[in-house]
């Protein structure tokens, strides 16, 4: 079996993963398929912060651009703008917090990675939106999550096809990480991606092969919160999905999963405890 990675170096702190973490999300943007616009002002901010910690979430990921499908994209001075504003407030309030960004930018990677001592780069597009984030990540030596998409958040959810999907998923990830690895990254996290480029029913294929991604010996980040592979099989909406997150969360774990990347930190670290009681001796 392969022996996964049990730590991360966050800035010079390890991170253990003797059971999964929760990662809270924070977006600060106005037009997030969930929350978008919930977290504008300064009091929004901190206090999202203060709940994802009191609830026990063991990180916060803050986004400041939409990925919910065909959002559009805003420039680089527009997510400083809005990253710059929520960054200052949390590490003045929140200075021991570890803090994952959502970009896809080498550039605001770098600045807030600089100038806010953030701890890990999520992207969502692994580099095909930026080509210099893979060096910029190299330089930084933060932990990078590593996400597989098909297409861009414009178009990936335009019939998405796959010739066979974990074999297409499993080379993506062997090719990149390849990558990351000659280039002296030490902390790669895989993301499946659930969600980016994916019909339901690959969402489903995937999640049932998870344990697969084990062979790349990394922590497995899942996220599926209140996401349409929820809501689309239970004929609601992203509001009424925290239960069916919750059974989804929990078979996520089941699989593999690491870090759980959620809105509702509560209910995830729930999730964990349970799932922690039932694999015990």
Known sequence: MPNKRT?????????HFDRPLVMGILN??????YDGGHYSTESAILRRC???????GSMIDIG??????????????GEQKRLDFALSLIRKRFPDAVISLDTYRADIARRMVTAYGVDM??????????????????????PYVLMHMQGTPETMQANPVYHHLMTNILEFFSDNIFRLRSMGV??????????????????????????QLEIFECPVLVGVSRKSMIYKILETDAQHALNGTGVVNTLALM????????????????CVKIVQMYRSP
């Not at 600060?28 to 398929?33: C, E, I, K, R």
């Not at 597009?125 to 330089?139: I, L, P, W």
């Not at 699989?255 to 759980?260: K, N, P, Q």
């Open 64 to 77: 400041a651009v939409s990925t919910r499908p065909g959002s559009e994209q805003i420039n680089a001075e």
């Open 50 to 56: 203060e709940t994802i910690l009191e609830e026990g």
């Open 186 to 211: 030490k902390d790669i996290i895989v993301d499946p991606g659930f969600g980016f480029g994916k019909t339901v029913a690959h969402n489903y294929a995937l999640l049932r092969q998870m344990q």
């Open 255 to 270: 699989h593999g999963a690491d870090i759980l990347r959620v809105h509702d930190v509560k209910e995830a670290v729930e």
């Open 121 to 142: 780069i999520n992207d969502i597009s692994a580099g095909t939106m930026d080509a210099r984030m893979f060096e910029t990540v190299a330089a930084l030596q933060v």
């Open 7 to 15: 730590t991360l170096n966050c800035n010079g702190r390890l991170m």
């Open 28 to 33: 600060v943007t106005p037009d997030s398929f």
